[in-house]
């Protein structure tokens, strides 16, 4: 991370490890010799006008307050954030706000089969005690067109009779399941 300007700063984060793996910078030893793929892993910028606000873009570190239930620790996200930090006279008590959008992937020029992820996220920082501190939250998470979708059932007979080239259409890319049943009929 470098700082630009007071207000300005810039984040750069190359790793090894796989294309293929969205969460993962290992680099298993043993490849027979082969090079090792060097990735760049983050590259934002943020902008930081005052200590209440701030705004970051790019292919950022994740922004929402979460745990590896949620979103994985080596996970990035591109796009943008801005989190909103307002300060009370008790500065014991620090309510935040946190809005995203990332495109997921892009057909071409923006479209409506275009998929994203936009979210907000409120909560707030507690300092009970010098050496305890309560952190909550909650957020929703809006998947745009990335949903499955029941094939019909001509669709179905007709790649039973010798294929169709929209069978399958729904189903989330293998790069994208990680946990769960995410295939449709």
Known sequence: LAKVSDDWSAGVRLATGTTSDRVSTNQTLGQDFN?????????????DPAEWFSVTGGRIPNPWMSTDLVWSENLNFEGFAATLKPSFSCGDF??????????????????????????????AKWQLMPNSRLSFGMALYDFDNLEGRPETQANYQSFLLGGSATYGQYEYGSGLRQKGNTLFD
């Open 35 to 47: 090079k090792y793929q060097f990735l760049l892993d983050r590259a934002y910028v943020k902008y």
């Open 94 to 123: 620090r309510p935040f706000l946190t809005v995203g959008a990332f495109p997921l992937r892009e057909d071409g020029p923006p479209s409506k089969s275009s998929r994203w992820l936009r979210g907000a996220q409120v909560g």
